[in-house]
Every structure is written in C-alpha cells, then in structure tokens.
C-alpha cells in the first residue's frame, strides 16, 4: 500500500499535459517588472533608483526585517522607475521596471553546467548565503527558506522532508526538474541537511511521476541519509501538513508549525535554488514555470527570468488560444485567476494555466443537500458546510471554535461540492476576519 | 486581446458531480425493488408508485410556484425520491385519494414549510407515511395478499403483525400460523408495503448506491447490527415470546429504512462518528417499539426521532480534526 495522508483528500483529474515537454530557456524579455514583496514577511526596500544600471543578479531590493529576503535583478539594463502595479493578487504592489540591455551576469556568478558535489561551507554559512540569495519556497507559499532553516528555541529539527508531490493538476514544473536537475537537487538537500544539522532527508513524490521516483532513487543510494517515498496520487498531499503525515505518520498540531513534529519541509525546485545559491554563487532570479491548458497548442516548461510579463509566456507556448475565458497564475486549485497578461512571473509562480470559457465559469449554486462531502473530503478534518455558514451570517466567535484557523484553503470541499456552493470563498472571508479578531486581541 | 477575462476565486475546477445526478442516482437504486413490487403485487404497485410521484412533483411545483413564489426546483429529482418512498411505504392497494393526501403532507408539511431541498428537518416520505398511518390506519394496514401465492388476493396480515397479534395472546412464536420462513422473506414473498418486502432487493440497491458513494456504510451498517444484536439478546433470553434477530432483519420496512430513508442526506448526520450514534438509536427505537410499542412496525418513528436528534449530533459530534482537539 503507499502511502498517503490519513484525512480527506480529493482526486482531481491530472491533466499533465506538459509533463514530456523539456524545460526551455524562455528568450529574455525587452523589459521586466520586479515586484518587491514576492514573499511571504516583510516587503524588502528597494536599493535602486531610476537611471541606475543594474547587471543579472545584484540585489535591487533588500531584506527588510528576519522574515523577508532580497530581491535581485534577473536582467541587465537600466531601472526605468520604481512605481506601482498589479502583481497577481490584483492589487498594485511596488516594484522596480527595467528596461533590458544585454545579458550582463554579476562576474562572482559560476554559470558553467559542472555539477559542483562538494561541499565546502558551514550550516550557518549556508543559511546566511539563502538568505543573501533570496531564497524563498518555491512550492507556492514562498516562505523565506532560511527563516524555516532556524528552529525557534527548544525545538529540534530531526527530518528534512522534500516536497515533489505536485499534487495540483496541470503543473509539471517540478516534474521536470526532478527529471532534468536530479544531481543538483541531492546536493541542495544534503546543504539544507547540513543547514539544519540533521542527517534525514526524504523525498516525497506522487505515484504518477513514476520516472521521478526511479532516478531519484537510484541517485539516493550513493548519498547517506537521503530516501524517497512513493505516495498515492491525492490532493492536497503537496501541502506541508499533509506531506508530513503522510510520509512520517505525525500530525501537526493545530496552529503549530512543522518544526513541532520535528519536520522541515522544502520544495524540490527550493532544494535546486539551494544548490545553485551556495555552489554557484547564483541567486534566485529565475525559475521553471509550466504553461498549460487545454487549449494551448504547446504545453510547455520554460526557465523564466522573475519580472517576465506573462504575455511572453503564453506567446512562447504557442500564443493565447481564441476561446481563453481564465487565466490561472499556478495550479487550479489553489492558483490565483489574473486579470492581464502583464502580470510579471514572481519567485512563487509554478505555473500559468489557461482555461477556456467553457471550464472558466461557476456552475449554479443550489441547495446544500447536507451530503456532507465537504465533511469527508476536508484535509484538517473540519466542517466546510458548518464554516461558510458561518462566514456567510458573520458568527465569528463559533467559526473560531469550530477551527477555521486551521483551514489551508486548499479548496477541496468547494471542488467536490455537488450543489456547486461556493464554500472557500465564505471560509476564506470568515477565516480573514477571525485572524484580525485574534490579532487585535493579541495586542 | 478584447474580450474580458473571468477573474474568481479558488479552486478553478469542479468534480463533474451533481446533487441532481446523486438524486437520480437513489432513483436507480431503487429500481430493482420496485421492479419486484410491481412483480408481487401486481399493476397495483406501479399505480401508486405513478400517483406517489406525479403527486409530489405536482405539489413541489405549485406550493413553490403560488405558495412560495420562488422558481420551482423539481428537476433536481429530490421529489421524485420522496414520491417512490412514500408509495414505497404504503400497501398496494391504498386509494389514489390518500395516496394525494400523503404527498401533500409529504412536500408540503415535510418539506417545503421548512423551505425546501435541504432544509427539511424530517424525511418527507415519512412526514407522509406517519401522517397518512395516524389518519388511516384501517387502510395503511390492510394488506392485499400476494398476486402469485393465493388464488384471489384476500387481505392477510403481515409478518411483523402476526407476530406481535400472537405475543399479546400469549401464543409462543414457534405456534404462530403463517409466517414466512427467511428465504421467502428475502426474496420478498411475503405481505407489506410495496417497496420492504424484498430484503435481497434493497440490499443490492444499497450496495449501488455505496459503490456510486451516495451514502457511506455507516448508518445502514449500524442499524442492522444494533438489530440484530439488540433483539438476539431478548431472542437469547426468551424464544417462545421474542422472534430471532435475523427475522427482525428482514422483514417489514427495516432494510428499505436503514438504507433508503434513514441515509437521506438532508435529515441525516454530517460525519462518520455521529451517523453511528444516529444509526445505534434508529436500530433501539425500531425495536423497542416492535416489542415494547402499540405498532407491530417502528422504523418509520425510529428514524423520525433521530431526525429530531440529528441537530444535536452534528453540534456535538465532531469529526476527527487534523492535529488533535
């Protein structure tokens, strides 16, 4: 039997339709938009002003507080203005436009493709070089990596887990790095291993990427301390809590964080930008992005430059099909729907997804018929039908009890729902009011 | 690029699911066994079935049209199911006039006085039936006999009556004339409403219906055990006054019960946990009452009374949460 998450769990359709297509270098864009805050903390500060030249790599907005971390420029050129615009929330968000000049690198950049294996630093030099690097969580949540590297006081880190579930449909991203880049991502775990003294590491990855789990089980036998796990195929395994459970039977304890299990969780592609950063001196400014759909003519994996206008994207993949209704920055069940193609890709960007018309609208919302799917379906085990109710007439006192805190919005209940309710947009609502409710009662 | 684009929030797919397909999908299961009503009991049976239905869908559709005034909802098939349930539970031989009486009570006191699809706090079929078994009670108990065993079909009583006719004369159960051996009872070859005589019948539309996951295991699975050993021990201690579990298993409406009406969504408990306590109370009211109550039969009033406990269940009952209380 594999394993797998004990609680809920849906089983959307794959839809891989990428998942053959080898990662390509997407040309460089004539002018990107680099958004300041593209992580979770604190917005880091810009350092550069209008006029100043800036070559790929150097930092151009710095960390601003512990939980935030610097951004560099992924393109050579001259910052045209530091100014406002929408990021993939919607909202608009500071950031820094630069017009391209060339393909300048920082010279201290190591861009030969040798596989560096040894490792020649300390932890604590690894977690200070992530954080120079602008290391964040590449899985989605873009959680500043060298925070997660430091366990709060009293706590021990004792496994290091390895998220290559990509449990979202569509997305092959990290597929086809695990496939492409399986020497460097070992490296990167053993220097996270290193960072966080532990000497465990396992690699959890989807039965449906069956190629993956063969070579990177091949791989792992010549480095110590290093395994994977084949799990079932279910939805949201890719989340940390569920990718815990999964792979080490423990639960985190409602509001906890892994670490409280003794687990620190890590993307595959996180593991890459590791390996990158410390054995090549190179810091985050470029990632894998899948772009897919059903009616994209070439569904495709492309190394994209951060700032790059989604437009380059969906024109690289064979341009925007006639009938596109929705356009999903990352996965369909957890990504966020834009509303212009002039959206930059971020660090946190696993994906663009175009959706036709047809599949892009809601069905009509009838009736609960209190089949209780929700119920069964939820990952944390919480009741969705009870929580958007809630939400809905603003009993906020009962949602907090009723633990719509611990809900990860992962959108199972509202994607099995038969009557088509809207249940995570009302939970979503009642769970942002609580969180204020819980703030101001803190101060 | 011109036109707009949809701008939502997630998750951006939906299971091809539908709570009209679940609907019809109680309709199937329910097929079989209406089948062999039709079979027993002759053109009788689809008669009332007819009525039940049109009946129900017709009332849906003008109290919520002229009562209401909201846009009917009948197609999502839920009045269909209340329409089969509630000829289900009644003897073929009911005259088309209570069988309105019935669905009027069904969908208008069971289900749209509290607003409809959803709302309702009890099973509508069994708003209906109880209604119609305390206003009619010569007609809701007068059995017509079996097509194919008599030669003219007389009235005779049912099993369940015959045994508790003969408990309140003191005749032990070894003695009673004319009980169906458990064969008959599972095929169905025996007196009753339409739709509880074939126990085999409904367990395989049970059986659909979890393999299409409309409902789960839970509720029949511990309704039928609390039965079977909750009467096994009266049976255990005394077997000259009370009938062996397995024949209060299979006869009257306790599998058309355990698995079509006390499982109706609406009315039934939210998690695994407390459809088990749900299905515990249904199984001792039921037999409580088929030994201890003025009524041969106490499913219909079992599953009643844990409608009215099923608020309380689900406030709390709680599902196992992530990470602990």
Redesign the interface.
């Known amino acids: 039997m594999l394993k797998t998450f004990k609680i809920g769990g849906v089983h959307p359709p794959e839809n891989k339709l990428s998942k053959d297509r080898k990662i390509e270098v997407l040309s460089i864009p004539s002018a990107v938009f680099i958004p300041v805050a593209q992580h979770i903390g604190a917005p880091s500060t810009p350092v550069v002003k209008k006029g100043d030249k800036v070559k790929v790599g150097q930092v151009i907005a710095q960390s601003s507080s512990f939980v935030s971390t610097n951004i560099h420029s992924s393109v050579s050129g001259t910052v045209k203005k530091v100014d406002f615009s929408a990021d993939s929330s919607g909202y608009p968000k500071q950031g820094i436009f630069i017009d391209v000049e060339g393909d300048e690198w920082m010279e201290d950049i190591d861009r030969s493709e040798t596989l560096v294996k040894d490792i020649s630093v300390d932890g604590a030099e690894i977690v200070k070089k992530i954080q120079e690097c602008g290391i964040v969580g590449l899985g989605g949540a873009t959680f500043p990596t060298h925070v997660k590297l430091v366990p709060p006081k009293g706590m021990k880190a004792e496994v290091l887990l390895i998220n290559g579930v990509e449990c979202e449909p569509y997305l092959t991203s990290d597929h086809r790095l695990m496939l492409e880049k399986a020497d460097e991502i070992l490296v990167g775990i053993q220097l996270l291993m290193k960072a966080m003294n532990v000497d465990k590491a396992v690699i959890g990855i989807e039965n449906n990427k069956p190629d993956a789990i063969q070579l990177l089980s091949e791989k792992c036998k010549s480095v110590a301390g290093v395994s994977v796990v084949a799990l079932k195929v279910q939805y949201p395994q890719g989340g940390e809590k569920q990718l815990i459970n999964a792979v080490t039977g423990r639960e985190v304890p409602s509001g906890a964080l892994p670490i409280a299990v003794g687990a620190v969780v890590s993307n595959v592609g996180t593991a890459f930008a590791v390996y990158e950063a410390i054995q090549k001196n190179k810091p985050l400014f470029e990632r894998v992005v899948t772009v897919t759909g059903k009616g994209v003519s070439k569904p495709s994996n492309f190394l994209v430059r951060v700032g790059t206008a989604t437009s380059e994207l969906v024109a690289a993949a064979g341009g925007l099909p006639e009938n596109t209704g929705k356009i999903i920055s990352g996965g369909p069940m957890m990504g966020r729907a834009i509303s212009s193609l002039d959206i930059p890709v971020t660090k946190g960007t696993s994906g663009i997804l175009l959706m036709k018309e047809e599949e892009s609208k809601r069905e009509e919302i009838i009736a609960c018929i209190r089949c209780s799917r929700c119920v069964s379906v939820c990952p944390m085990g919480l009741e969705p039908y009870l929580l958007m109710t809630l939400g809905e007439k603003q009993i906020y006192d009962r949602a907090e009890s009723e633990r719509v805190m611990d809900c990860i919005e992962c959108g199972s209940c509202s994607y099995t729902c038969p009557s088509n309710r809207p249940l995570l947009d009302y939970i979503r609502f009642g769970k942002g009011k609580v969180g204020q409710i819980i703030r101001s009662r803190k101060k | 690029?011109s036109k707009l684009?949809?701008?939502?929030?997630?998750?951006?797919?939906?299971?091809s699911?539908?709570?009209q397909?679940?609907m019809y999908r109680v309709i199937y299961a329910m097929v079989p066994a209406l089948i062999w009503s039709v079979f027993m009991f002759g053109i009788d049976a689809l008669r009332v079935t007819l009525i039940a239905v049109a009946a129900c869908v017709a009332f849906e559709y003008l109290i919520q049209k002229y009562l209401m005034k909201v846009t009917p909802?009948v197609t999502?098939g839920?009045a269909i199911i209340t329409g089969i349930l509630l000829a289900f539970n009644v003897p073929s031989s009911l005259p088309w006039w209570i069988i309105l009486i019935g669905a009027m009570a069904a969908m208008g006191i069971g289900k749209l006085s509290f607003g409809?699809?959803?709302?309702n706090i009890f099973n509508p079929a069994l708003v209906g039936r109880v209604f119609l078994l305390l206003s009619f009670p010569v007609q809701m108990t007068s059995w017509p006999g079996i097509k194919m065993a008599a030669v003219d079909a007389v009235s005779t009583a049912t099993p369940l009556a015959l045994i508790k006719e003969s408990v309140k004369n003191g005749i032990p159960i070894a003695k009673v004339q004319g009980l169906p051996d458990l064969t008959d009872l599972a095929i169905g070859m025996n007196a009753g409403s339409l739709g509880e005589v074939s126990a085999l019948l409904l367990v395989l539309g049970g059986i659909y219906m979890i393999w299409k996951k409309v409902i789960?295991w839970h509720i029949p699975v511990s309704i039928l055990a609390t039965v079977f050993v909750f009467s096994g021990i009266f049976w255990g201690i005394n077997p000259e006054m009370y009938v062996n579990p397995a024949f209060h298993i299979m006869t009257g409406g306790l599998m058309l019960g355990a698995i079509f009406m006390a499982t109706d969504?609406?009315?039934?408990?939210?998690?695994?946990k407390a459809q088990i306590i749900y299905g515990i109370g249904i199984g001792l009211i039921t037999i409580s009452i088929r030994m201890f109550g003025a009524y041969p039969e106490g499913i219909s009033f079992a599953i009643l009374i844990m409608n009215a406990v099923t608020p309380l269940l689900?406030y709390y009952i709680?599902?196992?949460?992530?990470?602990?209380q």
């Not at chain 2, 409809?116 to 709302?119: I, T």
């Not at chain 2, 709680?318 to 602990?324: I, N, S």
């Open positions: 690029m684009l949809t701008v939502s929030p997630s998750p951006h797919v939906h299971s699911d539908s709570t397909k679940i909802s999502d839920s409809g699809l959803g709302s789960t969504m609406v009315t039934s408990p939210m998690n695994p689900n709680k599902p196992k949460r992530f990470g602990g």
